[in-house]
Every structure is written in C-alpha cells, then in structure tokens.
C-alpha cells in the first residue's frame, strides 16, 4: 500500500469523487488522507446529475471508498 499512499500524497488539493460500497458518490476538494480515512472540503453528493452540497467537511472511511475519479470536468 505504500504505492497507493504515495499517489494519494501526491493529488492532495485536487478534486475527486470517491464513489463508496453502497453506490453513492461524493466529489469534493481532497484535503487529507490517512490510511483510515479521506477529508473532503466544499464537498457534495452526486444525484443522478444533480449535486447536493454537504454541509462542512466530510470525512470518508477508507474502507467504505470502491475507487476515486479525478474527472476532467464535472458538469
């Protein structure tokens, strides 16, 4: 895991959406990383195509993430 971690490191400051086990996704600022957990800031859940912002920082459980997309643009 240290490859993962140094990757993850390295994207701090950029934005991703981590799509979690239960199928929903979160895009947001990736502030911090640990190897339990991922802060988001100016976060906000995907709905379909909607966004709904959430409110304050989201910390994310490393073990609940199924991948993180550093997407081009989201609309």
Do not use: C, H, W
């Not at 640990?34 to 073990?63: E, I, Q, W």
């Amino acid at each position: 895991m240290p490859g993962r971690d140094k990757l993850i490191r390295q994207a701090l400051r950029e934005r991703f959406v981590l799509t979690l086990r239960g199928g929903e996704s979160f895009g947001g600022l990736l502030l911090e990383a640990d190897d339990k957990t991922f802060v988001l800031d100016d976060a906000y859940a995907l709905d379909g195509k909607n966004r709904v912002s959430v409110d304050g920082r989201m910390f994310v459980p490393r073990a609940e993430v199924v991948y993180m997309q550093k997407p081009g643009a989201i609309a």
